[in-house]
């Protein structure tokens, strides 16, 4: 039996990490109806899922918010505080577009 402590909004959770689901044969798995109660997941609740090296993390999904490309840059300038020269909307795209085409990843 494994356990795992979980940090979560101030609080602490114990949580025992015994479970398992199996992935159907149309790729679905199915969430343990204990799990799904304390998370307080619905039928069509949108989750994130995150893959590693090694697992797959299910998340509840953060509310989209949709930004233009201007306000997402803007947003971005504001947490980093970058201090280097402006660039261009026009620059950026560029710059991003360039990474897609040479990157394999994506």
Same mark, same amino acid.
């Given at each position: 039996m494994r356990f795992r402590i979980d940090g979560m $909004?101030?609080? +602490?959770?114990?949580t025992v990490m015994d479970m398992q689901s199996r992935i159907s044969s149309k790729g679905q798995v199915v969430i343990p109806k204990d799990i799904r109660d304390r998370l $307080?997941?619905?039928t069509g609740t949108p989750l994130e899922i995150?893959? +590693?090296a090694d697992s797959v993390t299910f998340r509840r999904a953060s509310p989209t918010q949709k930004l233009t490309f201007e306000e997402a840059t803007a947003r971005i300038r504001e947490r980093v505080k970058y201090a280097g020269p402006r660039y261009s909307a026009q620059e950026d795209k560029d710059a991003i577009d360039e990474m897609f085409r040479t990157s394999d990843r994506y």
């Open positions: $909004r101030g609080k +602490t959770h114990f $307080r997941l619905e995150i893959e +590693t």
